[in-house]
């Protein structure tokens, strides 16, 4: 089991081992440490809005995303690694294109879309069952869940706590500055579990049938509570919440 | 009695050894071996300019007639080292004017070149003949220029990718026309226009010349007169390729392609339209190097030029070839040893990637000498990485890059550990992996046993603690260069494993939890790593705990550089003095 390091107890800690060859007790030493522990601020991924003097000129000033649609998740720097060449390239493409308006047979692209998504998608001609983007305030890199695995709320919130919060063998806690448990279902803790529905509207998770969820569902987001206001609450009636649009 | 051999006989035995790692084993075995390989070696490679100072390197291979340098880490190419971190290739030069005035070549990656520094190359070399500049920055098309006009006997003059300030397209005028020595031109990456007749008139009196890479500012027209007056070319990149279809222009170019009987090698192809692909067919036989990676061409076209491509060895292309096309080049194209498939959308959040896992497999199935990938895409199974390396156990260079971070195995959703195990065990030759997808530690544990020849590993968004570093450190025998990235591991596994870290070249950990103490530490214990912290906020605003933002760590013989910019921190040698700032201002 992965136990968290103490970290923050100066450097008498730290011991160094030069050689090369392990010896036999430090396999069991490290299996006892990871880096999951004092967490504290480096918890998060840093993205370029953390760096922004220290950036490089590359394509930093041509990646305006003209003509694409706007990101969902904060941009993670260099990441996927191409070459600023090339991506200065693939982004002036992408400006053609939508000069151009070329029909895009299957591509998501399009800005004014609203066409109800189902939580399947094709994917080269394969149908991606049930896979939806979940993103995280605070934590750069999105992840995917995969809807058809879950028979429940209760299910959901789990895999989302596992994915967010804690390490398990073969999954990475990607924040961990957060200790305590999600309860993303109830109303009480940091968190809230959202998603966006069909009608590209944001909603709190929970209202409707499971069922009714996954056909509507288009994608999720754990928000903070406190960012949570003027949602649709939990209780309206969808008719109420529609009139509360339209206003 | 002891034998031994003339200095004379073991200067002509080592003419014949051009490898630099044998030679730098021939100057270990003894003193006066040393001395004769130093003194008879004409290509010098330095892998990591801040490993070794210029004057050393001047001093020790008084015949040096080629210089090769690299400068800032691999991954500066994605943006991950800030403007300014270094890389200065003026020492250098300072250094080799000086002391070689009998150079000959320059090849520089990664580095800033300065106009000056340009102009310093053109004045001190008498017998300049090769310049090639990759993915290097700093300069003005006027330091090209003073290259086009001073050296007389200029052979190549190649930039690949860099970053010029571009004040326009007189730079090519600037080739006297007495100059005819020309065999390599490259300046696909500037962006002005320049004049056609320069151009034109340089290529007519270049009889040697064998390989030119246009901009995207040359038209089409400006191609076929080109093409026309350089029939010889081997290596072509041409420029733009969108143009008004006028039927008289297809036939010209047609034509003019056709009379390239020598050609080998095409790229460019930027905007290519697909009604001018056709134009291709009569030298796709002949091709052996196809870059598409720029044309946004899309499947039937791709196929129809791909099949008539039987002898090409090299195939850069973009996702838009589909895994269908994919299949298409795996029956079509059986000399293949190297493809690479990039992505049409750089979207993170793009859901619609046109090629899957399937293709990857399909080419490796059908290409027996594919020994090079590098593939983007969305998702991959561990099913299909296990038939790769079965398939072809022969791969050097394997670099998967699952554009979806943390992406399992969709078909069981698993992490990607078998897979790479697989590729790992099964590929003995392999030199270079990318890793990529869901990874625990287990996977590190496979590569860091089963890999023995791989020299450069990158890492991004993967494992679950330091049992990944550590895996790697304490085994994968031939590691050189590793760069990480956004993994979970924090100082234990570096500081047991220091003493690895001199028998690499370079270390890059960026956004992982190493925290500033142990980089102090192991700077302390370590005296020939430079251990250099690249932080905005200093580091001693933070307590040691704290994680620092990237580290880069680096063997060297050339003690902490001077040149370090205000948010770079070398740590001193010296304890008592702590953090210090060595930037000469």
């Known amino acids: 089991m992965i136990t968290e390091l103490e970290m923050g107890k100066g450097e008498s800690e730290l011991e160094l081992g030069l050689g090369l060859s392990l010896g036999g007790g430090t396999a069991a030493k490290i299996a006892g440490k990871s880096g999951g522990g004092a967490w504290g601020e480096r918890g998060r991924l840093l993205t370029a809005k953390d760096f922004p003097s220290v950036g490089s000129k590359r394509a930093a000033d041509s990646a305006s995303h003209a003509g694409s649609s706007p990101p969902r998740s904060s941009q993670v720097v260099g990441w996927p690694p191409i070459g600023s060449h090339r991506m200065n390239s693939l982004v002036n493409n992408q400006a053609t294109k939508s000069a151009r308006e070329e029909e895009e047979a299957g591509k998501k692209k399009v800005n004014d879309d609203h066409q109800p998504k189902d939580v399947t998608k094709k994917v080269n001609g394969k149908v991606q069952l049930g896979f939806i983007k979940v993103n995280m305030d605070g934590v750069a890199i999105g992840r995917k869940v995969d809807l058809n695995a879950h028979s429940s709320y209760e299910n959901l919130a789990q895999t989302l706590e596992d994915m967010f919060f804690r390490t398990n063998p073969g999954t990475i806690g990607l924040t961990g500055q957060f200790t305590k448990p999600l309860r993303l279902l109830d109303g009480s803790s940091e968190f809230v579990l959202t998603y966006e529905d069909k009608e590209g509207d944001w909603m709190l998770v929970g209202d409707v049938p499971w069922r009714m969820f996954i056909t509507s569902v288009k994608r999720l987001r754990v928000m903070k509570t406190s960012e949570a206001n003027g949602l649709a609450a939990r209780h309206q009636e969808p008719k109420e919440r529609q009139r509360n649009q339209q206003a | ?585």
């Open chain 2, 1 to 585: 009695m002891a034998l031994r051999l003339p200095s004379k006989v073991l200067k002509h035995i080592l003419s014949f050894i051009d490898s630099n790692e044998d030679r730098n084993s021939v100057s270990l075995v003894c003193k006066s071996w040393f001395e004769t390989e130093r003194k008879t070696r004409k290509r010098v490679f330095v892998g990591n300019c801040y490993a070794v100072t210029p004057a050393a390197v001047a001093r020790r291979f008084p015949e040096m007639r080629s210089l090769t340098l690299k400068g800032k880490p691999h991954f500066a190419d994605y943006n991950l080292v800030p403007d300014g971190w270094g890389g200065y290739a003026c020492p250098w030069i300072e250094a080799m004017a000086a002391k070689s005035p009998s150079l000959e070549e320059i090849r520089l990656k990664r580095m800033v070149v300065t106009d000056e520094c340009l102009e310093r190359i053109a004045a001190s070399f008498k017998d300049f003949k090769v310049l090639v500049l990759t993915s290097c920055e700093g300069f003005s098309t006027d330091g090209i220029a003073a290259i086009a006009s001073t050296c007389r006997n200029l052979r190549v003059l190649e930039l690949r990718e860099c970053i010029v300030e571009d004040l326009g397209g007189d730079w090519l005028s600037y080739f006297p026309e007495t100059s005819t020595s020309l065999v390599s031109l490259d300046f696909s990456c500037l962006d002005s226009e320049v004049k056609i007749s320069d151009l034109e008139r340089l290529v007519s009196r270049s009889p040697n010349l064998k390989s030119l890479k246009l901009n995207p500012a040359v038209t089409l027209d400006g191609l076929v007169s080109i093409l026309r007056r350089a029939p010889q070319l081997t290596e072509l990149g041409t420029g733009s390729f969108a143009a008004e279809l006028k039927p008289e222009a297809f036939t010209k170019l047609s034509k003019a392609f056709s009379n390239c009987k020598q050609l080998q090698s095409l790229s460019g192809l930027w905007d290519v339209l697909p009604e001018y692909l056709p134009a291709l067919y009569s030298v796709c036989p002949g091709l052996t190097s196809l870059n598409l990676s720029y044309a946004t061409v899309r499947m039937p076209d791709l196929v129809e030029l791909l099949r008539r491509c039987s002898k090409l060895q090299k195939l850069w292309v973009m996702d838009l070839i589909e895994d269908k096309g994919l299949e298409a080049v795996a029956s079509y194209c059986k000399e293949l040893r190297e493809l690479r498939v990039f992505p049409s959308e750089p979207d993170l959040d793009a859901t619609n990637i046109p090629v899957t896992e399937q293709g990857l497999v399909y080419v490796s199935k059908g290409c027996r000498k594919l020994e090079s990938v590098l593939y983007f895409c969305v998702q991959f199974t561990n099913a299909a990485l296990i038939t790769i390396a079965r398939k072809r156990p022969n791969l050097k260079c394997f670099r998967l890059c699952v554009i979806e971070p943390f992406a399992p195995d969709y078909k069981t959703n698993e992490p990607l550990d078998k897979g790479f195990k697989a590729i790992a065990e099964g590929c003995k030759d392999l030199r270079r992996l990318s890793v990529s997808g869901l990874l625990s530690d287990k996977a590190f544990k496979y590569i860091g046993k089963h890999a023995k020849k791989v020299r450069m590993l990158s890492i991004a968004f993967a494992g679950d603690s330091d049992l990944m570093l550590h895996h790697l450190l304490s085994g994968c025998q031939s590691l050189k260069k590793l760069e990480i990235r956004d993994c979970p591991f924090g100082d234990t596994a570096l500081l047991e494993n220091a003493a690895k870290l001199e028998t690499m070249r370079s270390l890059w950990m960026s956004s992982c939890f190493v925290s500033f103490g142990a980089c102090k530490l192991l700077s302390q214990k370590m005296p020939r790593l430079n251990v250099e912290v690249i932080d905005e906020h200093p580091p001693k605003t933070r307590p040691e705990s704290s994680p620092v933002e990237r580290i880069y760590i680096y063997r060297t013989v050339a003690g902490p550089r001077m040149d370090t910019p205000e948010f770079v921190w070398t740590l001193h040698k010296n304890p008592e003095i702590g953090v210090s700032k060595l930037a000469i201002k």
